[in-house]
C-alpha cells in the first residue's frame, strides 16, 4: 500500500487540496486506488480543488472528491455534521463516499457560539467554527462518543443537553433540530479503519500549516491540532512520501503573523476563494519567507522524523504563474530581500533548489506549479 501525505508549509492556503487531488490522479493513471484521509483540523479547511472546470472548496470532504475518491475522517478530525451535511449538499450528484471514525471530536452549534462570543478566541484568531471551543469541551470534560449512535434521536439530544449544561446556554430548537437532521441525512459510515486493500494509494491530506500547529506554531495564533506528523501512525510513516506545499509567495488569513515585505505583484486578477470576513479578516500577502520555510522544518524537526522513519520529502510550489505574468519573484532569506527574474517554471525551481540546500532535510524532488484551477507539475 502506497502512502503519501500532505502538509502546508506555513499558514494555511498553500494549495494542499490541489496538491491531494493531482496525488489521487496520478494514483488512477497508474491503477491504483486512491484514498484520501483527513488527520487534523476540521471544516475550517477550505481547500480549493478544480477539474473540467468544476470548483469546489473542501472543508470536510478530502480533496479527491471530484475523482469520487473517498473520504475518511480519523480521530483526530474535528467533525461538525451541520458543514459536513451543507457540503455533501453541493455534491449530492457525485454521491461522495464518507466514512468517520467513532471517536471523532463533534461540534455542535453551541461550541461555535461559545467561540465567536469569546473574546480570548477572537483575538488569539478564529475561523468562527468552534473547533477551540470543541478542544477545551472534550479535554475538560468526559463526553461519550456520539457518532456510533447517528440514528438514534433520543441520544443526540441527549448529548446537546450534555453540551448545552457544560455552557450554560439557552436551548436554541431551531439549531438542535438542524444538528439532529444533519447526523441523520448525511450519508457516512462509522468505522475505526477505512475499508481499504492492498492495491490502495492512501492520501494523508493535512489541514492548516505547520506553522499554526498547537505545540510548534507562534502562540498564541494556533489552531488546537497538530497539523504536523504527530498524528500520522508510525506503520503509515514508514518510508512514506510527504508532499510539503508552499506558495510562490507569503499567505497569512488570520490574526498573527504579518508579512515582513509587502507582496508588490498585481493580484487583482487572480482567482482567489480566501476572502475577508468577520472573523479572519483581510487574506494578507507577502513577499516569499524563506526563513519563514526553515523555521517550519526546524520547529517540527523534520529531519529527525525523516531518519527515524526513511521518510522521502518532496517540496511543492504551487501558484508559479503569478511569478511568471509578473516575470519575476520576490523572496526574503536571512532577513534580506531579494527580486529574482522568473521567466518559466524552471527558473522557479532553481531558485528553490538552491534555497534548500543547507536545511537539514534532504528532497527527493522539487515540483513547480500553476495556480489551483491549472495544476500543472
Same mark, same amino acid.
Given at each position: 500500500m502506497r502512502r503519501s501525505i500532505v502538509l502546508g508549509l506555513a499558514f494555511g492556503d498553500e494549495g494542499k487540496g490541489a496538491t491531494t487531488q493531482w496525488l489521487c490522479q496520478q494514483a488512477l493513471k497508474y491503477g491504483r486506488n486512491p484514498y484520501v484521509i483527513r488527520f487534523n483540523g476540521g471544516a475550517q479547511a477550505a481547500h480549493t480543488v478544480n477539474l473540467n472546470s468544476e470548483e469546489h472548496i473542501c472543508s470536510t470532504y478530502g480533496s479527491g472528491v471530484l475523482l469520487g475518491v473517498p473520504t475518511f475522517l480519523e480521530r483526530d478530525f474535528y467533525f461538525d455534521p451541520i458543514a459536513a451535511f451543507n457540503e455533501y449538499k453541493t455534491l449530492e450528484t457525485k454521491s461522495p463516499s464518507l466514512f468517520v471514525h467513532p471517536d471523532c471530536r463533534v461540534v455542535t452549534p453551541y461550541d461555535i457560539m461559545a467561540g465567536i462570543n469569546n473574546a480570548k478566541v477572537i483575538k488569539d484568531g478564529t475561523c468562527g467554527k468552534g473547533i477551540f471551543q470543541t478542544f477545551k469541551r472534550y479535554n475538560c470534560s468526559n463526553f461519550q462518543s456520539v457518532l456510533p449512535n447517528k440514528d438514534k434521536e433520543d441520544f443526540l439530544r441527549m448529548f446537546l443537553y450534555q453540551v448545552r449544561r457544560y455552557y450554560q446556554a439557552e436551548k436554541d430548537y431551531y439549531l438542535e433540530d438542524l444538528f439532529v437532521q444533519s447526523m441523520k441525512d448525511l450519508p457516512f459510515s462509522v468505522t475505526s479503519k477505512p475499508p481499504i486493500s492492498d492495491d490502495t494509494e492512501?492520501?494523508?491530506?493535512?489541514?492548516?500549516?505547520?506553522?499554526?500547529?498547537? +505545540?510548534? /506554531?507562534?502562540?498564541?495564533?494556533?489552531?488546537?491540532?497538530?497539523? /504536523?506528523?504527530?498524528?500520522?501512525?508510525?506503520?503509515?510513516?514508514?518510508?512514506?512520501?510527504?508532499?510539503?506545499? =508552499?506558495?510562490?509567495?507569503?499567505?497569512?488569513?488570520?490574526?498573527?503573523?504579518?508579512?515582513?515585505?509587502?507582496?508588490?505583484?498585481?493580484?487583482?486578477?487572480?482567482?482567489? =476563494?480566501?476572502?475577508?470576513?468577520?472573523?479572519?479578516?483581510?487574506?494578507?500577502? /507577502?513577499?516569499?519567507?524563506?526563513?519563514? &520555510?526553515?523555521?517550519?522544518? +526546524?520547529?517540527?524537526?523534520?529531519?529527525?522524523?525523516?531518519?527515524?522513519?526513511?521518510?522521502?520529502?518532496?517540496?511543492?510550489?504551487?501558484?508559479?504563474?503569478?511569478?511568471?505574468?509578473?516575470?519575476? &519573484?520576490?523572496? &526574503?532569506?536571512h532577513n534580506q530581500v531579494f527580486k529574482e527574474k522568473a521567466k518559466d517554471l524552471n527558473d522557479i525551481k532553481q531558485l528553490f533548489i538552491r534555497m534548500m540546500e543547507n536545511v537539514p532535510v534532504t528532497f527527493q524532488s522539487i515540483k513547480v506549479s500553476l495556480s489551483p484551477e491549472g495544476l500543472q507539475v
Open positions: 492512501v492520501v494523508y491530506e493535512g489541514a492548516q500549516g505547520l506553522l499554526l500547529d498547537m +505545540d510548534y /506554531g507562534f502562540y498564541p495564533h494556533v489552531t488546537p491540532s497538530h497539523t /504536523g506528523l504527530d498524528n500520522i501512525p508510525p506503520d503509515v510513516l514508514a518510508d512514506a512520501d510527504v508532499y510539503l506545499v =508552499t506558495r510562490t509567495y507569503t499567505t497569512r488569513h488570520g490574526n498573527g503573523y504579518e508579512p515582513r515585505q509587502p507582496l508588490s505583484w498585481d493580484l487583482s486578477a487572480k482567482h482567489e =476563494t480566501n476572502v475577508e470576513n468577520e472573523y479572519q479578516g483581510k487574506f494578507k500577502t /507577502g513577499a516569499l519567507d524563506f526563513d519563514l &520555510i526553515y523555521k517550519a522544518i +526546524d520547529r517540527h524537526h523534520l529531519d529527525v522524523w525523516q531518519q527515524k522513519h526513511h521518510l522521502q520529502y518532496h517540496l511543492m510550489v504551487t501558484h508559479g504563474d503569478l511569478a511568471l505574468q509578473n516575470s519575476y &519573484i520576490e523572496y &526574503i532569506v
